[in-house]
Each structure stands twice: as C-alpha cells, then as structure tokens.
C-alpha cells in the first residue's frame, strides 16, 4: 500500500431516498420480531494467530510467480477447507509496473455460505518483491511477516474459531474470508524515482491492489454482496496502532465507528486510537469501489507525520516484531463485532 491516493474516479456515495408512504390504516399493535440473540463471542487465540504468521514467513516471501508464493496459496486454500470454509481460487494475470507479468490468485473461502447477511473480511497475501523502504538493502526480500503474514493469520484465525463453534452458537451473519493477491508490488514514486512505471495509472487503475483490482471487475461469487468489510493490513507488530483512516471514514463511517468502540470497550484503546489520518492506497479502495463498504484496520504511527511504520517495506519486517498482544487486540475487537452482528 501506499500514501498518495491516484486520481480516482468519483466515489459517489449512494443515497438511497426511502418515500415513506402514510398508512391508510391505524397502526397495529405488533410485537416487535424477537432479534436474534447474539451468542457470546469465542476467544481469539493470539498463540494460534501467531503460529499462522510464522507458517507463512517460513515459506520465505511470498512474492508472485515463485515457488514460495504457490506453496503459501496452496496451504491457504487448504486450511480454509480444512476449517470447513467454502473455498473458491480465482487465478488471474496481470502485468506490475516494471513490465513482470505475473500469475496471481484471488483465495475466496466463505463461512456459513447460504446466510443472507455478510461481512467480509479483506487481507493481502503476497509480499513485496524488494525492500525498497529500507536504509541499506533496497532490492532485497523482505518477509512480510506483518506486511501480510499478520493480516491472513488473523483472518484464518477467525476462520478457526468460527470452525469450532456448533451451529447453536454461531454468529449471526456468514462470513467471507477474501485473501486478495498482489497487493504489494507497485510503483512507490519516493523510492523508486529512478524506475519507469510502465502501467497507466489513469482512471483510477494503479500499480498496486492488482489482484483487488480485478476481483472488483470480476465479482467472485458472482453479484458480490456484504453489508460491510473489514480489511487487515500489517496488524500484528509490537506497539502497533490503528488510526481511522480517512477513505474508511468516507466510506463506512458507522463501521469504524463500530470497530473503535467495541475495541475500546474490549480495554484496547491503547491500539485502537481515536485519530482520524489521511487516505492512503489499499486494497480497501477497491472493495469499497466494489460495493462493500470497507474499513481498514493498519498500523499508521501514532505520532509524527509518516504514514507508516518503520519496518514498513524494509528487512525489518520479520518475525522479530511479532507481538500476540497486537495480533489479539485485533482479532478479538473483530470477532466480537462479528458476533454483535
Ligand atoms: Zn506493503
């Protein structure tokens, strides 16, 4: 992701008008239906989470047509199934800036299929091909662990403890786990300066979210619909912090709204700062193009005018600055929001 929103095309807000028509006949006494009691919510297990992010790492980075990368999609897609999850691959092509052609795949695993009611649940799952935000080595790997490792970990986790849950005490809506690939391998103009960006960024296209991008041109499944996402982007380093960023904000103002609140009420105010930062580029701008009104949960720093953390895009992002304590904070707050549904 990125800092500097490209020119988008206008993200009209749908207004619905509602007529409401004058009843013609007195009001009937009616009980209200009963709604749905929501069950408690499950745990969160942050050691469970935290041995995701690591299995992943372990495969080495997971960027587009290597080795790693395939087998890091196949182990997804797997342990999607095994959880019971309904899963769906979309393969896709596409070309990055610097003229890579790549093969990419969409991973879309939903839970309790058949409710009408739906919350999606967005990450990336490939890594950055170069380190280019690092101080001393720009072309190398990096390992992603919390730039994408952290955020698929904490969806499959979820995915986990839904699995274990008897239908009695499932939550009220289904629940679709959208592992979105290559999110990571755009064109960054403050390093990159000396590289041609070989795509057209006009009408809204961009070099990143390349996978998000054609998901939202090829809904899958088919006529998409969640009444909101919820997309997870490095959400598991020590001293984390998540700010309401401002295309959430424009978007799904109620959903962050939501989200902040019940992480405040669950005592992680400390992660979940009520600070509204800019807009920045992320898979979220083309969900919520998409239909789904998505918020984005990332770490921005709580300080300072960077827009993101220091091992942001450089080496520094491994499994050394994994805390369970982030990874919990964010797992629990969405999973009760899930179940408050
Ligand atoms: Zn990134």
């Not at 807000?13 to 709604?35: H, I």
């Not at 745990?43 to 047509?65: C, E, H, I, L, M």
Request: charged share 20%; aromatic share 10%; with cysteine.
């Amino acid at each position: 992701m990125k800092n500097i929103l490209p020119r988008l095309g206008l993200l009209a807000a749908a207004v619905t008008l509602l007529t409401a028509c004058p009843s013609e006949k007195p009001a009937e006494v009616a009980t209200p239906p009963a709604a749905t009691q929501a069950h408690p919510t499950p745990a969160f297990n942050a050691d469970s989470a935290y041995a995701f992010t690591a299995k992943q790492v372990a495969f080495g980075p997971r960027v587009p047509n290597s080795k790693a990368h395939i087998a890091c999609g196949n182990y997804l897609v797997a342990k999607l199934k095994q959880f019971g999850l309904t899963v769906r691959e979309q393969p896709f092509e596409a070309m990055t800036f610097d003229g890579t052609q790549i093969k990419g795949r969409n991973i879309i695993a939903q839970y309790q299929p058949t409710a009408a009611r739906r919350i999606a649940l967005f990450a990336h799952w490939d890594t950055r091909p170069f380190a280019d935000a690092d101080k001393e080595h720009k072309n190398a790997p990096m390992d992603g662990a919390s730039d994408g490792a952290s955020a698929v970990a904490a969806a499959l986790e979820i995915a986990r403890v839904l699995s274990l849950q008897p239908d009695s005490l499932a939550p009220n809506v289904g629940i679709d786990i959208m592992l979105m690939d290559a999110e990571d391998w755009g064109h960054e103009d403050s390093t990159q300066s000396d590289i041609k960006d070989q795509l057209d960024e006009t009408n809204g296209n961009s070099s990143w979210c390349l996978g998000s991008q054609y998901w939202a041109k090829h809904l899958v499944p088919a006529g998409y619909k969640a009444e909101y996402g919820i997309l997870f982007d490095m959400v598991g380093a020590k001293g984390g912090h998540f700010t309401r960023e401002g295309t959430s904000l424009n978007n799904a103002r109620s959903v962050v709204d939501k989200i902040w609140n019940t992480a405040a009420k669950l005592g992680y105010s400390d992660y979940f700062l009520f600070k509204d930062t800019g807009a920045i580029l992320d898979d979220h701008v083309y969900t919520n193009q998409a239909g789904v009104p998505t918020v984005d949960i990332y770490d921005h720093p709580a300080f300072g005018e960077e827009y993101f953390p220091a091992y942001h895009h450089a080496t520094g992002d491994n499994m050394s600055i994994i805390d369970r304590k982030t990874l919990k904070a964010v797992g629990q707050t969405v999973l009760q929001v899930l179940y408050q549904e």
